[in-house]
């Protein structure tokens, strides 16, 4: 960095981290008298203010040729890790990210580096591990003695915890905590979304005493603040977050658990693009500790580590209790509409409808499940067929009862429903098509008028505060029936529900995405998992058009083996993950002609690689969102090749022009 101090020759000069979008460090000089370390927290001076920044490397003795600035104060807080900077490192590599900007989600806000001058209001407690733990079953055991057993040996290993729904999986890890916490080590517990840490949180206090710290986007700054702080004095022993938890500077990690590892949302999509889990891998390599991937259907990515003896499994092949696997019926919905025994506009099949009137009759719970928010996601003219489309975003807007407005929700546009089809001009042409759960919910109190019923989507349920009264609501037995999207499929546990409707089992099995089938099976199979899991037996009714389709009826058979062995041939047959690897590069702008011009000029530019493929460039699935045209390009490589380097080299010679934005997400999981 260049400077206005003095050019000194054999001092000491720090290379100092911004967590700013920069590629590497900029040079600093360190004061002789300055006592400093790689990982100290420092001052500097930057453009025209002073930024806290992280000092990432001291070289000593050198000469540099240009006029330095000076390093301005060092922190009293206690330095990062070596092993934390060696993360950083090989993490930028592998996501193709500026290491400035995995600085900034280490340090997401400078506020965390200030001791603010009133007492601390957060008192970290210190779990109990001595606490009684329960009896655990034998398999449950089994898998907890090979845990501890890792822990003990402090060295690097992944496992995956894997087993089926209800077998008391958290339970096991609840054993390995145990084990850390009596090594004196921190523990962090990622968990795919905030919906379920309420849940864990209560379990945490029953088994160890006390609440674990939290981490996620709903926690409030004071105590962000006092947990990242107690995180890196080692106060905080337990801490359970969502997936940017993973950034926090712990010292002393012995053990990472990622609950629900197949869960897509451990992807961030936007600013720098990682998978948590497969980050959360990474770090554990260098922390040399213990690393639980638990699922009851883990990715193929994970089965396959599994294959190759890069991880190691534990299975719990039973529920806990004695409790039994639901049974799953189909109905087949096409031919209910055929017979003319459902209307078009109805959705609860007679079938599922008396199963509802029995479990309500009896006392119990279900669960109604369909992926779609509000009341219907699209909205026709009956006349010319046109939908009510964005005007901002390629897609059709959804029509919320709450405000009877239309609604994007890739963005914030809404507008009430127009009294004229904008294309034909007619007038009182528009139909609202199909369920969301707020239709649902209207067709269940019409067939089922005594119900007691809630909805529970990211619309009704905003914050962890409406969270917990929803989940008390439940649990307290003052609903009969909870209708929800992705929100309700996994984790919760709710020991009177013994029925679970699927709505519309299919849905997730057109498109374009490779994990289509993948991420079907796993929702379904979650969502089935609510059912039964204390001492009644539980059922699961399957909706669906295409009750031929393999994975309904791996599904149905509780045949998770033949799933994934159709599921893997299929892959490996396109070379697709987990037998290939993906690059996904989306070029967008509002300037749809340059978009298309760059993103062809860059393709023809890749260099031709033995086992390479470029797949497009096309435009993206969603090919205008907020305004942006968007095209993509696809590189698919062998799995042994190292392909972000062939990638960084192609784009650092390409020309892009500053108004397109140019995105690169290694290992893609969704393709919009
Ligand atoms: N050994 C045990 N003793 C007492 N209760 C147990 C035991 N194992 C599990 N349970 C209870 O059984 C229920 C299911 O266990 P848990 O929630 O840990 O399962 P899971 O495998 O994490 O489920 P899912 O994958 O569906 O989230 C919980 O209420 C748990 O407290
Ligand atoms: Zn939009």
New binding site residues.
């Given amino acids: 960095m260049r400077g206005d101090g003095a050019s000194v020759k054999g001092q000491r000069v720090g290379k100092v981290l911004i967590p700013r979008p920069f590629e590497a460090p900029f040079d600093y000089l360190i004061p002789d008298d300055l006592e400093i370390s790689p990982g100290s927290w420092v001052k500097v001076p930057f453009g025209r203010s002073q930024i806290y920044a992280l000092l990432w490397e001291i070289q000593e003795d050198t000469v540099s040729p240009y006029k330095l600035k000076t390093i301005s104060e060092v922190l009293e807080f206690p330095p990062i890790a070596e092993t934390m900077l060696k993360f950083l490192n090989k993490m930028a590599e592998y996501t193709m990210s500026p290491l400035g900007s995995l600085l900034k989600l280490v340090i997401p806000q400078s506020g965390f580096l200030e001791t603010p001058k009133r007492a601390k209001h957060f008192e970290f407690g210190r779990p109990d591990f001595e606490k009684e733990a ?4 034998f398999h ?1 055991a089994a898998a907890s003695a090979a845990l501890k057993e890792r822990i003990q040996g402090g060295q690097y290993t992944t496992v995956l915890l894997d ?10 890890y609840f054993e390995a905590i145990r084990e850390a916490l009596k090594l004196g080590g921190q523990i962090l517990v990622l968990l795919p979304e905030i919906a379920l840490t309420s849940q864990l949180l209560s ?1 945490f206090q029953d088994a160890f005493g006390v609440m674990p710290a939290v981490w996620h986007s709903d926690v409030g700054a004071a105590q962000k603040r006092e947990t990242w702080q107690g995180i890196l004095k080692g106060e905080v022993s337990v801490l359970v977050g969502a997936r940017s938890a993973l950034f926090l500077p712990f010292s002393n990690l012995k053990l990472i658990v990622v ?2 590892e197949h869960d897509g949302s451990y992807k961030q999509e936007e600013g720098v693009i990682y998978s948590a889990r497969d980050m959360a891998v990474l770090r554990a390599q260098f922390e040399k500790c213990l690393c639980i991937l ?3 259907t883990p990715s193929l990515e994970t089965m396959m580590n599994v294959e190759d003896g890069k991880y190691m499994a534990l299975s ?1 092949p039973h ?3 004695g ?1 039994v696997m639901p049974s799953i019926e189909l109905v087949d919905m096409r031919k209910l509409k055929e017979d003319r025994n459902l209307k078009a506009e109805e959705w609860i099949s007679p079938t599922l409808q008396e199963a509802l009137t029995n479990v309500v009759s009896q006392g119990q719970q279900a669960m109604l499940f369909l992926n779609r928010r509000g009341y219907a996601p699209m909205t026709l003219c009956t006349s010319c067929g046109e939908r009510i489309l964005c005007t901002s975003c390629e897609t059709t807007l959804v029509h919320h009862k709450g405000d009877g407005k239309l609604h994007c929700h890739h963005c914030e546009y809404a507008i009430f429903p127009p009294k004229h089809c904008p294309a034909c001009n007619k007038e009182d042409t528009l139909l609202l098509w199909g369920p969301g759960v707020e239709r649902v919910h209207e067709e269940l109190h019409a067939k089922i008028p005594e119900v007691r019923s809630l909805i529970m989507t990211s619309d009704t349920v905003k914050s962890p505060k409406t969270l917990e009264g929803t989940l008390q609501k439940i649990h307290g037995h003052e609903v009969d029936v909870v209708i929800g999207t992705q929100m309700i499929a ?4 709710f ?1 009177r529900m013994t029925l679970v409707g699927v709505l519309d089992g299919d849905a997730g099995l057109s498109g374009a995405d490779l994990r289509a089938s993948e991420k079907t099976y796993q929702m379904l199979h ?1 969502v089935s ?2 059912s039964g ?1 204390d001492k009644e037996k539980g059922r699961v009714i399957l909706q669906t058009y295409s009750p031929e389709h393999p994975v309904i009826l791996a599904l149905k058979d509780h045949d998770r083996a033949q799933f994934l062995a159709l599921e893997k041939v299929g892959r490996e047959a396109l070379d697709f993950p987990p037998y290939g690897r993906l690059i996904s590069i989306v070029l967008s702008g509002s300037n749809l002609e340059l978009v298309e011009k760059t993103m062809r000029s860059l393709a023809k530019s890749f260099p031709s690689l033995e086992g390479c493929e470029l797949l497009g460039p096309a435009p993206a699935t969603l090919s205008y969102l907020k305004s942006k045209y968007r095209w993509r390009l696809l590189i698919q490589s062998p799995r042994n090749l190292n392909i972000q380097r062939v990638v960084q080299k192609w784009l650092k010679s390409a020309q892009i022009p500053p108004i397109l934005k140019l995105q690169v997400d290694v290992d893609p999981y969704s393709f919009y």
Avoid: F, I, M, N
């Fill in positions: 329960p009896t655990l079953s449950q087993g089926v729904t209800g077998s008391g999986k958290t339970e096991v379990r609950d629900e638990a699922s009851a719990l529920r806990h209790g409790a996994k984790g919760h546990h020991p979650q998992g609510r899991r």
